[in-house]
């Protein structure tokens, strides 16, 4: 069995770009309200006495977009403060980050993942589902403030859709050239936007990979990941590029990490929702939290049964999300 180490936690389903891979653009969500949002002592009570006595040692903060939760950042020094705590990161969208970044770091966040689907501003724009003024130079400062700070390794997450921003593959790799910047190609996936998803349908890495290694070569990396990429660098460069590949080359066999919702669900899988659990209202309802820990131990050991490979055995204690409520 994997071990699982790994929790991504969701501070909040709400996000200040509507990305069409995350949500169909005319979606009418159905936001948690903010007394169901688990608060940061209820965080810090679950993460320091469920999860980390079951070995989870890594922690994400995801969102929606987590830099909206406006203690964030004392969320970030709970965490890190942890004697458990061997890795704590976040995936961001970028907009807010350069305001923030400093004061993420010196609480404790070393590393940080940004979403950057396009260098061009239309694109950009059009992906995040903006209509206004362009979000592009304040989400690409947000990256460079990152990099000043400290942020190491700083990774750029690109969600490849056909026809819309896979021609710009080439020219998002080349950013690991002369930055130690990490660049992500993650194939898209059917969540969040079923629509989009069967209208443009997928890349697979390996099809990515062969046009960057007939432009410049590609080695695979002397380094791993504690995810699920497969790490590679063109030769001579400071960076690296990792391939995510969910579609074309399922790695269900190697997950090593569970998903907690903002409004406490604990969730096994991303593709299936099979075997959630509710801790929030159990936590509220006043169950200890060894026998929450005992809860999440056996889910735990059904966890090998409960993935995408086996999406249709079933769905119990069933919601159905987002993306962007998910957490990625």
């Excluded at 290694?213 to 695979?220: A, F, I, P, V």
């Amino acid at each position: 069995m994997n071990r699982v180490d790994y929790l991504r936690i969701s501070l909040i389903d709400r996000c200040n770009f509507r990305c069409h891979y995350c949500m169909p653009e005319d979606a009418e969500l159905d936001y948690i309200r903010s007394p169901e949002v688990l608060t940061r002592t209820e965080l810090q009570t679950l993460v320091s006495e469920v999860f980390a006595p079951l070995g989870f040692r890594r922690f994400r903060l995801t969102g929606g977009e987590p830099l909206l939760r406006s203690d964030v950042t004392e969320i970030v020094r709970d965490l890190a403060a942890l004697p458990e705590t061997e890795d704590l990161a976040m995936t961001t969208n970028g907009f807010l980050l350069a305001s923030k970044a400093e004061e993420l770091y010196e609480a404790g966040l070393r590393r940080v993942n940004i979403s950057l689907d396009s260098l061009n501003a239309e694109t950009f724009d059009k992906i995040i589902g903006n209509r206004g003024r362009s979000r592009w130079q304040q989400t690409w400062e947000g990256i460079l403030a990152a990099y000043r700070v400290g942020f190491d390794p700083l990774k750029i997450n690109v969600v490849v859709i056909p026809g819309v921003n896979d021609r710009e593959v080439l020219e998002l790799a080349a950013l690991t050239l002369d930055r130690a910047w990490h660049v992500r190609f993650i194939e898209f996936m059917p969540i969040g936007n079923s629509e989009l998803f069967g209208d443009r349908a997928w890349i697979s890495s390996e099809e990515l990979r062969d046009r960057i290694r007939q432009r410049w070569g590609l080695e695979t990396a002397s380094v791993t990941g504690a995810g699920p990429a497969d790490i590679f660098t063109i030769p001579g460069a400071k960076g690296t590029l990792g391939f995510i590949s969910q579609m074309s080359e399922c790695f269900c066999d190697r997950c090593n990490r569970m998903r907690l919702s903002a409004d406490g669900w604990l969730r096994p899988c991303l593709l299936n929702e099979m075997g959630q659990m509710d801790l929030k209202t159990a936590l509220r309802s006043g169950v200890s939290t060894s026998q929450l820990r005992d809860r999440v131990a056996e889910l735990l050991a059904l966890k090998p049964e409960i993935n995408y490979k086996q999406r249709e055995s079933g769905t119990t204690g069933a919601y159905s999300r987002t993306m962007s409520q998910i957490g990625g």
